[in-house]
C-alpha cells in the first residue's frame, strides 16, 4: 500500500521515519491529528457559555494556528485577512513542551493531558483560562491523543 505525502504536509521526514522504523501507531495517530487540525475530520465545538454547536468551518485549528511548517505565505497576501495569516500563535512542540509565558501569564508546559484540558475546558497548564473566544472542543482521548502526536513530532 503506497502511502501519499503531501509536498507541504507538516513534518514530512517524521512521516518517513515512521514508516521506515515501522512505528505505524505514530504515524496513524499523527495522521488522525492532522486531519483534525486541518478539519477534514468533523469536530465539536461550543463557544464558552453559549449551548449552540459551532459549525465545521468555524472549528479547524488551522482557522487560528497557521501550521508552521506549511508553506510560507505569499508576499501578496491580505495582511487584513485574518484567515489567511491566522491570529492564534502557530503551535509547535517547542510552544507546548517548553516553558513559555502566554500573555504575561505563568509559563505553560504541555503534555497530552494538560492539552486535552486545555481544549475541552479552557484551562491553560498554569490554570490560566483562555479567551472565550477560542472554541471549547468536544474530543475523544483517542482524538486528543492523535492531536498531540500531530502537534509534537516536530
Known sequence: MAIEIEARSARPWFLATTLLLGC???YAAAKLGRAIFDGQRPLHAKMAGHALELPQEAVRCSNCHRDPSAVPLA????????SSQGFGAPITRER???????????PSVYDSGKLCRLLRDGIDPAFVMIPQAMPRYVFSDEECEALWAYLTIS
Open 75 to 82: 508576499a501578496s497576501a491580505d495582511a487584513s485577512d485574518l
Open 24 to 26: 505505524h501507531g505514530s
Open 96 to 106: 507546548l513542551t517548553h516553558a513559555v509565558p502566554r500573555r504575561g501569564g505563568p
